[in-house]
């Protein structure tokens, strides 16, 4: 059957989505998170197929257009049932439903007045694909995701030695450097942003800590297969961009905020 969609203008059509989903996992009801200044959306738009709830978008007021926000159910589902995100491929269900719910925002918007729609999402992801799609431009790159692979990633001949201790969460030190990690199903994943601790270190010796992670992943949990680091378009993380670099890890995709003209 084809996709189909649905608008709903109250204000918690996105808890009620997404209450629907925890039911399905077996959790209690999400409780509703204030945002400090958020306002109240304008509706939610959301996908099914054959009844089956594949994803939505709610569509906030913002002072230079509509802002959107969405969730796909199959990866919440995982997310709840796993205790863990996953990075995988999108498949061309989510890709359709992205597309599907993009287009009654894009509608809905237009309809309230907004000149423009934007949201953030990766662009080798459905967000990214629905950009396309609907033909949005690429406003800005937030960050990239970094990925390598533990079975297969060989040291870089650049990169130092450098004496690491495990610590308690999986991650590693080297006197004030320290990385954490989140331990999830079968990959290792690292918020640049708050889990990377520099400690000063330059570039090249942080390189060198960020390899001892990565052969410490490999020795220690089997199970993990990558390693993949967000980090974040911002000064404070240029020397944990080179360091990435060095260490050679791959970016695997960007993050990125897209803009629609209504």
């Not at 520099?198 to 297969?225: H, Q």
């Not at 967000?230 to 961009?241: C, H, N, T, W, Y």
């Not at 080179?242 to 897209?258: K, P, S, T």
Request: zero cysteines.
């Amino acid at each position: 059957m084809s996709i189909e969609t649905e608008w709903n203008p109250a204000p918690d059509a996105d808890l009620a989505l997404a209450a629907e989903v925890y039911a399905g996992a077996g959790h209690p009801e999400p409780e509703k998170i204030e945002q400090p200044g958020q306002p109240d959306p304008i509706g939610t738009a959301s996908a099914r197929r054959d009844g089956e709830l594949l994803a939505w978008a709610t569509v906030y007021p913002a002072e230079d257009g509509a802002w959107v926000e969405t969730l796909l159910a199959s990866r919440l589902t995982r997310q709840l049932q796993a205790e863990a995100y996953d990075d995988l491929p999108p498949d061309d269900d989510e890709v359709a439903a992205y597309e599907a719910i993009f287009r009654t925002a894009a509608d809905k918007a237009r309809e309230g007045g907004f000149g423009t729609l934007r949201w953030a999402g990766q662009d080798t992801g459905p967000a990214g694909a629905a950009a396309r799609a609907l033909g949005a431009r690429t406003v800005e790159e937030i960050g990239r995701i970094w990925r390598a692979e533990t079975a297969t990633w060989t040291r870089p001949f650049v990169v130092p030695q450098v004496e690491a201790r495990p610590m308690p969460d999986g991650g590693v030190e080297a006197g004030p450097a320290r990385i954490h990690l989140d331990l999830g199903g079968t990959r290792a994943y690292v918020n640049a942003g708050e889990a990377i601790e520099d400690g000063g270190l330059g570039a090249e010796t942080l390189s060198g800590l960020i390899a001892a992670l990565i052969e410490y992943l490999r020795d220690e949990y089997p199970r993990i297969s990558a390693l993949t680091v967000f980090e974040f378009e911002d000064g404070d993380d240029a020397v944990i961009r080179r360091a990435l670099e060095l260490a050679g890890l791959d970016v695997d995709a960007r993050a990125q905020n897209f803009e629609l003209p209504l």
